[in-house]
């Protein structure tokens, strides 16, 4: 069962349209592996109704009432359909961005047990990839300046702090240093959304700061 | 200590009544026009829910008049048109009416504001709904019951805690926004907006 959850701020503003869209298609990805979540928003979401049908009312004419009656019969926009090769049963945003399988995605090596591939959100602040991580390997110990959400969609590992597994959700902000560590017996796949970039601590991997300047976007 | 007031009455005081409030009933009316209009493309019940919601929708995309005149009215036709297409999926057991339209208000909202900053995304708010499915019926009667507890203990709230949830809900505002506009450090918004919340949480689960 899932241990880890978004705090309850960013559930609020997830559930006030508040969140940027990176961080949003993180949290929604979770709730699709966590109901005790889905309820926490959908309560969340009866505040917001309630402030709703307070607001002051502002006139709208008569004529807009036309219009939105002369088109309810225009046909209805297309709705995306979930992929086919859902064999990984991915939520379906992911899906969406990763548009097959993990195999047929970019994967951009950075050490012997981790590779990254970066998915497209548009979001101009935020990077959004995917962590994979070989079994019983290890990132090294890093930090990050900013915040940074994790969802764990295959596998599980292990820092500082706990072990994680699929569905987990971890918020580290600041400067927090760790080290996750994949658990053994299969790889590990983690979506990882910063806004700031990841900086190894440890001098044998500062070289490779460089290469993991933020890809927002 | 308002857990225990509200456990030991106060829901009690008035029980019977609670179901006939106002608010219920105006609720259910709402609920019921949104089934006419799923289940048989009812005009005159689009019509009259329509009147109701849509100067609320403009009220909601002029809050903190982030958006024009002209694009208020566009974020109504645009919300309306949802409603209509929809209201066959709308489930008067798991939501309350008003709920259901912000909800579509929000996401077409932020679309709106994207396309206004050329923000170039593949992803719609709507994409982020999941797929409804059948929760427990514990479940919906527990959303259902706070939905309408919510309601009524909003007026509860202190005014520095009910003024930071509305701009953070009606106009969007994240924590740090919020604080930027009303200039609060970001640790007092977060921790009034998360005292609101428990406050109504607690008296929901209550």
Redo the contacts between chains.
């Keep these: 069962m899932v241990q880890h959850h978004p705090p309850t701020d960013f559930l609020t503003e997830y559930a006030a349209g508040a969140l940027p869209v990176a961080e949003s298609a993180c949290v929604s990805a979770h709730l699709s592996y966590c109901q005790r979540c889905r309820q926490s928003v959908d309560r969340l979401e009866d505040i917001g109704g309630a402030h709703f049908e307070r607001l002051d009312p502002q006139p709208v004419g008569d004529s807009l009432l036309e219009r939105v009656l002369a088109r309810l019969d225009d046909p209805q926009p297309l709705r995306y359909a979930p992929s086919e090769a859902s064999d990984t049963r991915l939520p379906g945003l992911l899906d969406r961005l990763i548009n097959g399988d993990y195999a047929d995605l970019v994967w951009k090596r950075v050490t012997q047990s981790l590779s990254i591939s970066y998915l497209k959100t548009g979001d101009p602040n935020h990077e959004f990839a995917l962590y994979r991580i070989a079994e019983g390997g290890r990132i090294p110990e890093h930090t990050h300046g900013g915040r940074e959400m994790t969802l764990v969609l295959h596998g599980g590992f292990a820092d500082e702090s706990g072990e994680y597994h699929q569905g987990d959700f971890i918020v580290r902000e600041g400067w927090d240093k760790h080290t996750p560590v994949a658990l053994e017996g299969e790889e590990c796949i983690c979506l990882a959304v910063l806004d700031a970039p990841l900086q190894f601590t440890r001098l044998r991997h500062r070289w490779l700061n460089p290469l993991l300047k933020l890809r927002a976007g | 200590m308002v857990n225990k007031r509200d456990a030991s009455g106060s829901p009690a005081a008035n029980g019977g009544a609670k179901w006939n409030a106002p608010t219920g009933r105006r609720t259910d009316e709402w609920s019921q026009a949104l089934v006419l209009v799923g289940e048989s493309q009812d ?1 005159g019940a ?2 009259r829910f ?2 109701h919601f ?3 929708i ?3 995309a ?2 903190g008049s982030s958006l024009s005149a002209a694009h ?2 566009e974020l ?2 645009e919300v ?2 949802k409603v ?2 929809k209201a066959g999926g709308f489930n008067p057991e798991k ?2 009416a ?6 579509i ?3 077409c ?2 679309d709106m504001f ?1 396309r206004l900053q050329k ?5 719609a ?1 709507d ?2 709904e ?2 409804s499915e059948e ?1 427990e019926s514990f ?1 919906v009667l ?2 259902r019951r ?2 309408e507890r ?2 009524e203990l ?1 007026g509860e709230l202190p005014p520095d805690q009910a003024q930071i ?2 701009k ?3 106009e ?4 740090s ?1 919020a604080a930027a506009e009303l200039d609060l450090p970001l640790g007092t918004v ?1 921790s009034r ?2 005292l609101a ?1 428990q406050k ?2 607690g008296l ?1 689960e209550a």
């Design positions: 005009r689009f019509t329509f009147r849509a100067p609320l403009k009220a909601f002029l809050s208020a009215d109504v036709q309306m048109l209509w297409q939501a309350a008003s709920t259901w339209v912000y909800t208000a929000r996401n909202r932020t994207r923000f170039d995304t593949q992803l708010a994409d982020f999941l797929e929760e479940v527990h959303t706070g939905a919510v309601r909003m949830l509305a953070v809900y009606m969007g505002k994240s924590h926004e977060k907006v998360r919340i109504l949480q929901m």
